[in-house]
């Protein structure tokens, strides 16, 4: 080995590689749109979680309990991980949001009324999601 390059950390398979699995996130080329929405305290929403507008306009999971409710129908997806239910959150917090892409429909949190991929596409075609799912080939 060339001197300088006999350091193991330098080295071509010179220890153990920590396995990589990407995941593909975006599934058709459709416009990938963004915003930011004020999130409900007491909320813990995770990177994918589909969202929804309570009364007041803030964000929360989305449900498809009572169409008449605000949060039956859908604004986004999470683009990042926030947990308001932690010490000194500020109530004024805002945090980013899809409101528009093709997603795959395999890394969202739906739901659990929603099992099957028929019942999700139909719940949000009927609440108005602002992107659309395309499952992997």
Do not use: H
């Amino acid at each position: 080995m060339p001197q300088g390059y006999n350091n193991a950390d330098w080295a071509a398979s010179g220890g153990v590689v920590a396995s990589w699995n990407p995941y593909q996130l975006f599934t058709a080329e459709d416009d990938i749109k963004t915003t930011t929405g004020l999130v409900k305290t007491n909320q813990n929403l995770l990177f994918g979680t589909i969202v929804a507008f309570d009364a007041v306009g803030a964000l929360v999971p989305w449900t498809i309990a009572v169409p008449a409710n605000p949060e039956a129908f859908v604004a986004g997806i999470m683009a990042v991980t926030i947990n308001t239910t932690v010490t000194g959150y500020n109530a004024d917090t805002r945090a980013p949001y899809y409101v528009g892409g093709c997603f795959n429909p395999a890394l969202l949190v739906w739901p659990v009324a929603l099992a099957t991929r028929v019942a999700r596409e139909a719940a949000l075609a009927r609440f108005g999601s602002p992107f659309r799912t395309k499952p992997l080939l």
